[in-house]
């Protein structure tokens, strides 16, 4: 039997650049609210995959995609608040 060990370079060969960037960093902290209200809805959703929702799972699932739809909107604006910006120091 041959050990994969000695090819461990050639199937993933390792690199320095594994490690998220700062800008991939800061993209990530800036969508985070977007993030945490993607995972309560999928959360909310998964709850009542195997059953019938009852009106407070209802109720749950619809507060939680109004959230996302707030943090996408409040991304949407931030991001062309940002953009206008910059474009007016240019």
């Excluded at 993933?12 to 993607?38: M, R």
């Excluded at 959230?67 to 940002?82: E, P």
């Amino acid at each position: 039997m041959k050990s994969i060990a000695a090819l461990q370079n050639l199937v993933t060969p390792w690199s320095d650049g594994l490690e998220p960037s700062d800008a991939e960093l800061n993209a990530i902290e800036f969508e985070l609210p977007l993030i945490l209200a993607e995972v309560n809805l999928l959360d909310a959703e998964i709850t009542v995959l195997d059953r019938r929702p009852s009106e407070v799972d209802a109720r749950r699932i619809r507060r939680a995609a109004n959230r996302v739809l707030t943090a996408r909107r409040d991304l949407t604006n931030q991001a062309v608040a940002a953009a206008s910006m910059a474009g007016d120091a240019a």
